[in-house]
């Protein structure tokens, strides 16, 4: 086991630092730079004055230098200016050229600033996670359950109609991404237009204008039901589908197989077959399909905090990129890719726990 | 003039897809009668879930194709006084209506929606062909010989999957890289698998007969590689083969996130097959591991693959109305269900309607895709 | 079931007929199918694949699937009425009152359950035991089917068991309940001939220790003449003979039955002067029998008018044991006639050497551990093989799973490289040159037939197209008109009609599909084929034809035929010389004579013993060995039988645990692989003999 774990984290650090340097070159290239210069400096620079400001700020040299400082392995940079004033990576606020570290990047915690938010970018990340750590969460609590006893309740007797009903409900919610669904979720319950809230306000039953918030700026402070239930909805429901459908398919395949006929010709009862015998076996595929979901809804993430404008993790991504923050991107991105790698490890050793057969072997 | 009730706008509607109706009706009645002899096509009849896809996805792909007979309006046209008009809308002095209503910029939807199922539908499957030319290419090697060029390409293919799909979309769409000539080199290099795939297709069945073989595979190269230089470089001399550049951006993009996935799911199929007494009858008689790849396994291998197919063309829809959503689509311009969803969010809570026709409507190609998967799978199961 | 008399039959199935119903139309799958079991009686069930065993044996477990049904007549089990029971009372006899047992025993166990709560399941469903007292009981039905260390394997997982050490599991869980009726589907046909002699042993043991009555499901008639009393062999959905198992083997009463006894090889048949006698024409599917009788088309003594008028009945055939037919004209053959001897052919003398393999040994290097880690490990596949193959002769080469046989083929064709040793293919050294570096020439000459006819062709390449793939690439004729003769040629040759070269492989049935594969390896002109049991997965009575369809190519093409199998009756009726192969070594090599002839190397004696005869007049020693093969990255130290060797005793000192045995050369150039000596060896008695009658 233990060589197994090691291997796989050798591997995932290699992806990181592959993926991390992707994603550093990509956002550092010349482009982008000359766009950052010309924020941050002014809209009117000439091209020698952009030229200038890109290398006294530290951002001309080899990629890979660049990529080393920024990742904490390689001293930062230091320029002493005509005028005798030393800068460098390392020389912010109040720590003077002297007593600055050789080194500051994230490898020492230090992930720069964010030029949209004015604030370093390890607090916006950390905050901004925290947010979608309860969207996420309650997406989880939505999900799991609900698609596993779908899946499950309809692979249990293929073809029957439990079957066909539940089994249309998740190909029409696979086939509906959550730009598609949260904009028929926002018509439907928080237009106060169409949809069932006018009628609902007719008939007196709800005080405000629409049942639920179209919104979900406020539970940033205060999660409610109403501001909540929309968006995550709007992401457990393709989850929903696709997980149960692997649960479908697995649950299916272990009805087929000659153990699950070897039991109920023991005279096992069907209800007892199932739990006893088929929910086991056949749980062990969409564990890792559940794990592997998480690159998805963080794509998921990203849309629904878009339209609902509920300024987490997603939302944040789309600010950096929208506005050319390359330290945020790419703190952000090194996020996203760490916590898709870290699902996956953890797919591949539950799968291993799950499944006896190769767990002893 | 009045404004159409709701049954008279479906009935406008109906009438003007005249032609797809046409065209469903006689697909459906040839197909139904000689599916016995259609094979894995003609078995899908028998199975109500395909059968229902394939005509949702018809629906659309004669949509696509007769497009400009059912347009009641000029897609980008932006008539007066019909800015957020409702569904129904008469447009004065014509005697027409704005079938579907207007959107933000007094466009017409419903026409603006069958335009876009014309852009969705000729991207989406050539983007998922490319992809699975790449897959293919790239898979059958990997599972084929294994050992360290399994490593290595297994390894690329899964540095792009960890890759939230958002995230390498806003780093490969945004206007900027496009002067770096990112978009182009990959292009460069995605577009040439599929000259590689027919050559080496070409080359592996016919070197036995060497005259063939020069035909075949100079006549494929000669045409791929002009296809080739149009599309990636924009240097075709004649002009015939080009891609907007924006256009091509997107399209590299979705082909790079899609070949990872298809290069699994063939180094999978590859890795069981490659097992079979036919795959070693073949070693046996000295063939060539392309010819054993392409010609002996491949083939067997397309069940699973026509069915991810299908699938795939639906993520591919999904991923483009993404990126329309985060207006990073082809062109603000374009009627492309995406981009159209993203402008009519804006007001959604109060014209609903010019972002949940497009919403629907790509629902239900999406939709029409998985249930063909679907019916195809069973029936590919089934005796 | 308290008004039941045990002198009543146990089982009575009565004209039972039972259909599946797929989409494109209905398919008998059994037709008025009659068959009682008295308590204590084991009947067996014979017939070739697809004749609708399984079928009967889940009707009476009334599992037939959604689509299957049973259209007509009547399973009383103990009196009661089956087909009519409720699921709840069904539930109740299910694996209390009957017990069933398949053929794939890693896929009957839950692979997520141990094994302990998969058998104590039982005894707490129809009992309800606590489960202390269940798992007591398992332990002691573990011991039951001789399994060692009970503790041990209740708390496993099936995994990590052996295959036959799963069958045996199986079988202590159908007999947790101590069943009235146990139906076994082709029980061991997954496994090794020793280990099923040692599972067919211990059925029987069981059988009578607690008077259990069986209902046996096999294809092989030797199994049943062994395990059996009485049997009902079965034709395409119906029975076609039933009675007591020494009179059908003796004295049967059916042509089918005749015709299936002689395309089998029994001691004494010789390809050359009593070659087998294959059944014409195939097997009918469910739903493309001919009217009257369903063996019509095949049969000898068929006349029209009379047996293709209308359904024919079962008929008692008076004097016998509860014996009947469904033959209409029985009374009118002889039949004791002697079978018509097809062409008598000359042995061939053996030409000239073509193939010398010199102490060969292929290593392969695997990585032990689950989870690729670990310390890697050396699997001898091959170790030190030596022999030498002629023109026309044919060399078998004898073994059980993981012997080492299919490494040798893959080292002999090219697909890997030898780790030392040499090979000598007419007067070339090819043990270094894989496949792709060798000529042309070398690689028609050298060709190859595999075991399973479903994988042998591609399935999704016409017939004709994948033979004249094969003429391209050993560059035969000169253009495409001329390989499609040649083509037509090569399917006369296996004769095949011409018409199939247009057909895909599943059109095709398994003997069919392994002619094009004969046909395909012949395009080059082969002169030394390498056969891995070609016909091991096919019908008996498809079996002899195809045996004699390559022996009549050889004896054209003075081909050299290396033919892999561990059918040893086979083995005995076709080969010049016998190799034997355990865990990558040879144990024994010599003539056919001498191998089938004491003195045995321990290993053939054993695998001689195992090997089911459906002879009556056969009389053979029992040997059953103890215990599994072991697994070739595992291999024992010294001689690598010692682990289930019965003359180990006979050694002195510990000299067959330590040290590897050295070849004796034998009088006649007969080698054996063992430290017995010469006197303890020429001592040994003959395993099989056969009664003068
Ligand atoms: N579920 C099913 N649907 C349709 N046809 C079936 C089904 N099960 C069996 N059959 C058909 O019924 C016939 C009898 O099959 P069965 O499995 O009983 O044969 P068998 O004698 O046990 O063969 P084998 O020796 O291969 O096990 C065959 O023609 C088979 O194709
Ligand atoms: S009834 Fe006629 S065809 Fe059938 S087995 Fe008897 S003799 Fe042969
Ligand atoms: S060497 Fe010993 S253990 Fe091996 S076969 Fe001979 S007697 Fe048996
Ligand atoms: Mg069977």
């Known amino acids: 086991m233990l060589p197994f774990l090691l291997r796989r984290v050798g591997v995932m650090i290699l992806t990181a630092l592959t993926l991390s340097f992707v994603v550093f070159s990509l956002t550092n290239l010349a482009p982008n730079l000359e766009k950052l210069a010309r924020t941050e400096g002014s809209v009117r620079m000439s091209d020698e004055a952009v030229d200038s400001w890109i290398i006294n700020n530290g951002h001309g040299g080899l990629m890979i230098t660049r990529y080393g400082q920024w990742l904490g392995v390689v001293p930062g940079w230091t320029r002493t200016d005509d005028k005798g004033v030393t800068r460098g990576r390392c020389i912010q606020g109040a720590v003077t050229a002297e007593d600055a570290p050789r080194f500051c990047g994230i490898l020492q915690g230090d992930w720069g600033t964010s030029t949209v938010f004015r604030e370093p970018v390890a607090k916006t990340v950390t905050d901004k996670l925290a947010s979608t750590g309860w969207l996420m969460l309650w997406v989880m609590l939505v999900m799991v359950p609900v698609s596993l006893i779908i899946g499950v309740m309809s692979g249990m007797r293929e073809g029957s109609r439990t079957d066909r009903v539940l089994s249309t409900f998740a190909i029409a919610t696979t086939a509906t991404p959550e730009y598609v669904s949260g904009v028929i979720l926002v018509v439907i319950f928080a237009s106060a237009t169409t949809g069932i809230s006018p009628i609902l306000a007719e008939w007196g039953w709800i005080s405000g204008r629409t049942l639920f918030l179209g919104t979900a700026t406020s539970a940033i402070d205060q999660i409610t039901f109403w501001n909540f239930a929309l968006p995550v909805m709007t992401i457990a429901l393709y989850g929903i589908g696709y997980i149960a459908r692997m649960t479908r398919a697995s649950m299916t395949e272990v009805m087929t197989q000659q153990y699950i006929r070897t039991a109920r010709l023991k005279g096992v009862a069907f209800h007892q077959v199932i739990v006893k015998h088929a929910l086991r076996n056949a749980l062990i595929a969409p564990f890792t399909v559940i794990m592997l979901q998480f690159p998805w809804l963080l794509n998921g993430v990203v849309i629904v905090e878009t339209l609902f404008n509920y300024k987490g993790f997603g939302w944040t991504l789309v600010q950096a990129a929208g506005n050319n923050d390359i330290q945020l991107l790419l703190a952000c991105s090194v996020v996203a890719v760490f916590v898709v790698l870290v699902t996956q490890l953890i797919s591949d050793v539950g799968y291993v726990f799950l499944n006896p057969r190769i767990r002893l072997s | 003039m009045e404004p159409l009730s709701w049954p008279m706008i479906f009935a406008k509607m109906a009438v003007q897809f005249w032609p797809v109706w046409a065209a469903l009706v006689a697909t459906v009645v040839l197909s139904l009668q000689f599916r016995r002899r259609l094979g894995l096509y003609g078995k899908l009849f028998d199975s109500t879930v395909g059968m229902t896809g394939f005509v949702i996805v018809m629906f659309w792909v004669f949509t696509a194709i007769f497009a400009d007979m059912i347009i009641t309006y000029d897609p980008i046209a932006q008539l007066s006084g ?73 390894f690329i293919a899964n540095l792009v999957l960890a890759f939230p799909v958002i995230l390498l979309f806003y780093l490969l769409v945004t206007p900027e890289i496009r002067s770096t000539g990112v978009p182009i080199a990959l292009a460069a290099v995605l577009f040439l698998f599929p000259v590689i795939f027919v050559s080496v297709l070409l080359n592996s069945r016919f070197f036995t007969t060497p005259a063939k073989r020069n035909l075949y595979v100079g006549v494929s190269l000669a045409i791929g590689l002009w296809a080739y230089s149009g599309l990636a470089f924009n240097a075709d001399p004649t002009g015939i083969w080009s891609m907007d550049p924006n256009l091509l951006n997107v399209f590299v993009s979705v082909v790079f996130v899609n070949a990872p996935t298809v290069f699994r799911i063939v180094r999978g199929i590859v890795m069981d097959l490659k097992s079979r007494d036919y795959v070693a009858a073949g070693q046996t008689r000295g063939e060539g591991a392309w010819y054993i790849m392409l010609w002996e396994i491949l083939p067997n291998a397309r069940g699973p693959l026509i069915v991810d197919f299908c699938l795939r063309i639906g993520y591919t829809t999904i991923l483009l109305g993404t990126l329309g959503f985060f207006g990073l689509g082809v062109s603000p311009e374009s009627p492309d269900w995406g981009s159209t969803i993203d402008d009519g969010r804006r007001l959604l809570s109060i014209y609903p309607h010019p972002a949940v026709v497009p919403a629907l409507a790509l629902m239900s190609l999406v939709l029409g895709l998985n249930l063909l998967a679907d019916g195809l799978r069973e029936e590919s199961m089934r005796d | 079931m308290t008004d039941w008399d045990p002198s009543k039959p146990i089982l009575e199935i009565e004209n039972l007929s039972i259909s599946f119903f797929t989409r494109a139309r209905e398919i008998p799958a059994v037709m008025d199918f009659s068959c009682t079991v008295m308590p204590g009686e084991s009947m067996g069930l014979v017939g070739e694949s697809g004749c609708g065993k399984s079928t009967v044996a889940l009707a009476v477990m009334r599992d037939l699937g959604k689509n299957g049904r049973i259209v007509s007549g009547s399973i009383r089990f103990k009196g009661r009425d089956l087909t009519h029971m409720t699921e709840e009372e069904l539930r109740h006899i299910r694996g209390s009152e009957i017990a069933m047992i398949y053929q794939e025993p890693m896929a009957s166990l839950n692979p997520a359950m141990r094994v302990g709560d998969q058998l104590a399941e039982v005894p707490m469903i129809h009992q309800g035991m606590n489960r202390a007292d269940a798992l007591k009981l398992a332990r002691q039905i573990i011991a039951d089917v001789r399994l060692p260390d009970p503790d041990r394997i209740l708390r496993a997982y099936p995994h990590q068991l052996s295959g036959g050490q799963q069958q045996r599991i199986v079988i202590a869980m159908a007999l947790m309940a101590k069943p009235a009726l146990l139906i076994l589907d082709e029980p061991t046909t997954a496994l090794d001939v020793t280990v099923e002699a040692g599972i067919v042993d211990l059925v029987k043991d069981l059988g009578t220790k607690y008077g259990t009555s069986m209902l046996f499901i096999s294809h092989n008639l030797g199994l049943i003449l062994d395990v059996c009393d009485r049997l009902c062999v079965m034709y395409s959905g119906e029975a076609v003979e ?53 063996f019509g088309p095949r049969c000898d003594y068929f006349r029209d008018g009379l047996c293709n008028a209308g359904d024919i009945p079962m008929a008692p055939v008076p004097d016998h044991d509860r014996h009947a037919t469904r033959c209409l004209r029985w009374k009118d053959i002889d039949w004791d006639a002697p079978p018509k001897v097809g062409k008598v052919t000359e042995k061939l003398p053996r030409g000239r050497l073509v193939l010398k393999m010199e102490d060969l040994k292929k290593y392969y290097a695997v990585s032990a551990g689950a989870f690729g880690g670990g310390a890697e490990k050396v699997v001898k596949a091959n170790e030190s093989l030596s022999f030498e193959a002629h023109e026309n002769e044919t060399l078998a080469i004898v073994g059980e799973s993981g012997c080492g046989k299919s490494t040798f ?18 007067d070339e050294n090819v043990q270094d040159t894989p496949i792709q570096a060798r000529n042309t020439d070398t690689v028609s000459k050298l060709q190859m037939v595999f075991q399973n006819p479903f994988d042998t062709l591609n399935p999704s390449m016409t017939v004709g197209r994948q033979i004249i793939r094969a003429l391209e690439i050993f560059q035969k004729g000169t253009s495409d008109a001329d390989r499609s003769d040649m083509m037509l040629n090569l399917l006369d040759m296996v004769k095949l009609p011409r018409a199939f070269a247009e057909r895909m492989p599943r059109q095709l049935s398994g003997g069919q599909k392994q002619r094009v594969g004969i046909a395909r390896a012949f395009a080059g002109g082969a002169k030394v084929v390498v056969a891995d049991e070609p016909v091991s997965a096919l019908d008996v009575s498809v079996q002899a034809a195809v045996t004699d369809l390559l022996m009549d190519i050889q004896r054209e093409n003075h081909t050299t035929l290396l033919f892999i199998s561990h059918d040893l009756s086979i083995v005995r009726y076709l080969s010049d010389r016998v190799m034997v192969m355990y865990l990558g070594h040879v144990v024994e090599l010599g003539t056919t004579d001498q191998v089938f002839a004491p003195p045995y190397h321990p290993y053939t004696e054993a695998l001689l013993s195992a090997v089911p005869i459906a ?67 020429a001592g040994m008695e003959p395993v099989i003999s056969i009664a003068a009658d």
């Open chain 3, 409 to 426: 083929a893959k080292v002999l064709m090219g697909l890997e490289t030898a780790t030392s040793g040499s090979i000598m293919l007419f």
């Open chain 3, 615 to 681: 002879d009556t007049r056969v009389k053979k020693r029992r040997i059953v060995l103890e215990g599994d093969i072991p697994s070739a990255m595992n291999p024992p130290p010294g001689c690598p039988f010692q682990t289930r060797c019965r003359w180990k005793p006979k050694v002195p000192g510990n000299l067959c645990d330590t040290v590897l045995p050295p070849v004796q050369v034998l009088a006649g150039g007969h080698q054996i692989k063992c430290h017995l000596s010469r006197e303890e060896l």
């Open chain 2, 82 to 154: 019909l800015k957020n008009a409702l569904p129904g809308t008469p447009v004065e002095g014509t005697g027409q209506w704005y079938l579907l209503g207007g959107d933000h910029l007094a466009r017409d939807v419903f026409s603006r929606v069958v335009m876009g199922a014309r852009r969705v539908l000729t991207i989406a499957p050539a983007a998922t062909v490319i992809a699975f030319m790449v897959g293919i290419t790239l898979g059958l090697p990997a599972g084929y010989f294994g050992g360290r060029l399994d490593t290595g390409l297994s």
């Open chain 3, 242 to 294: 039933t009675g007591n198992v020494i009179e059908v083997f003796d004295k049967m009463r059916h042509p089918y039955t005749q015709a299936l006894f002689r395309s089998i090889p029994l001691p004494g048949a010789d390809k050359n002067s009593s070659p087998l006698i294959a059944i014409p024409g195939n097997f009918p599917l469910p739903h493309e029998r001919p009217k009257g009788c369903n």
